[in-house]
């Protein structure tokens, strides 16, 4: 039993062994075709560097605003006994827009208009009265003169003519006051009749939102129809902190909305707020856009992109060129004839999209876009297109003498 065992273990080990080399020898021998000086290349895309106009623009999302936008309400209460305009509908300045029921202000303005012509038939009487006085306190004044009137006469005739001449005094008032009211009472009149009133623009304005019906019982300021100028819009936009200093007015933006995929509008900045929101560390920006066809309005949701600086003959590469070796920033460039990569650290300008502008150093050649976390400077790379490079020793490929793949013709007969 002994010796069996002892052979077992022998034929073991010798299975062992032999696995051993096999995977020994698989690990060690690499194909010559794959290397170069040791190192296996390292198959990389490559794209050109470009020379083109790079812009740097920044995208902001925001909100249609009117140019302007106000509330028509009733300045005195009562109820709505006309609505002349609805939804939609265009008005110009002074234009009715509704009528209250005016007879209880139509009353208000008769009995003023009453009380007015007391007031003057009350004048009237008191220069009368005045006229009389004065006549009298003039003669008793004669005779008192010539020593004919006593001193009591003459003290009752002018405490006559003053109280006369104070009356009028008052008549005069009353008279102002009886027409203060009746002009009040016009005025509470006219405003049965409200228009459509703003001081900017002669141009129309449209109706956008009716807030009461006919028959509505309403109080002073309650709110009637909203008035609407859409011949401009505004774009309302925020921006961080990062592109506020870059944003000034007087710049154009290029406005997109949904609702016209194909189609863009181009605006003014008008308006930068000079300080940022302290919760959201943003500005608001407003941009006037002319809207004469009335495609845009308020309310729509709108992408704005705004340029911020334009080179021309810019050199100009991959975003996805760029790496980072040893805290610096740089791309490879290919060597294509000696099928290595050369790391090149470089200085960056705008980067826009999936483009980036290398200001340092000049750059000519090809960059590599793919496969380059794995080179270092000086790796080998081999192309898409290229053919392995030949073993030490043995001719290229289709050269005569090299070896040819079993089943390939040879070039004799």
């Known amino acids: 039993m002994s010796m069996k065992k002892a052979l077992v273990v022998v034929v073991i080990v010798a299975i062992l062994g032999l696995i051993g080399w096999r995977v020994y020898r698989k690990v060690t021998q690499e194909p010559e075709s794959g290397r170069q000086g040791g190192m296996r290349a390292v198959p990389v895309a490559v794209e050109p560097v470009r020379t083109e106009t790079i812009r740097d623009v920044a995208e902001f999302t925001g909100t249609l605003l009117p140019r302007s936008q106000f509330i ?50 009350n004048l009237a009487d008191c220069r009368s009265a005045l006229d009389a006085a004065t006549r009298d306190f003039q003669r008793i004044k004669e005779l008192r003169t010539q020593k004919v009137a006593s001193e009591a006469e003459y003290d009752a005739a002018e405490a006559g003519y003053k109280a006369a001449e104070a009356k009028q005094q008052v008549a005069l008032a009353q008279i102002k006051q009886r027409e203060a009211a009746l002009k009040t009472a016009e005025v509470r009149l006219s405003y049965t009749r409200i228009l459509a009133a703003w001081e900017d623009t002669d141009g129309k304005r449209v109706i956008a939102e009716r807030f009461v019906d006919v028959g509505a019982m309403l109080r002073a300021n309650d709110p009637i129809v909203s008035v609407v100028d859409v011949s401009t819009v505004t774009a309302v936009v925020n921006v961080i902190e ?72 810019a050199t100009v590469v991959p975003v996805t060129a760029l790496v980072q070796r040893e805290g610096r ?78 089943g390939a013709k040879g070039g004799n007969p």
């Open 72 to 121: 028509v309400a009733p300045k005195v209460p009562g109820r709505l006994e006309k609505l002349l305009v609805n939804i939609g509908d265009s008005v110009k300045r002074g234009d009715l827009v509704a009528e209250l029921d005016s007879e209880e202000y139509a009353q208000q303005v008769a009995q003023a208009n009453a009380e007015l012509e007391v007031s003057r038939a």
């Open 242 to 313: 990062r592109d506020f200093p870059e944003v000034g007015v007087g710049q154009l933006a290029t406005v997109t909305t949904d609702a016209y995929e194909n189609k863009q509008f181009t605006g003014k900045i008008v308006r930068r707020a000079p300080v940022l929101k302290e919760e959201s560390r943003q500005a608001r920006v407003e941009i006037e856009i002319p809207n004469a066809e009335g495609l845009l309005a308020p309310g729509m949701f709108v992408r704005t992109r705004i340029q911020f600086a334009e080179h021309k003959d």
């Open 329 to 406: 920033q740089g791309v490879f460039l290919a060597d294509t004839k000696e099928m290595k990569a050369r790391f090149v650290p470089v200085k960056l300008g705008i980067v826009s999209g999936d483009s980036a502008e290398v200001t340092e150093p000049r750059l000519e050649g090809m960059v590599v876009m793919l496969g380059h976390h794995l080179l270092e400077d000086g790796s080998p790379i081999t192309l898409p297109d290229a053919r392995p490079p030949a073993a030490e020793g043995q001719p290229p490929a289709g050269a005569p003498g090299a070896p040819q793949a079993p």
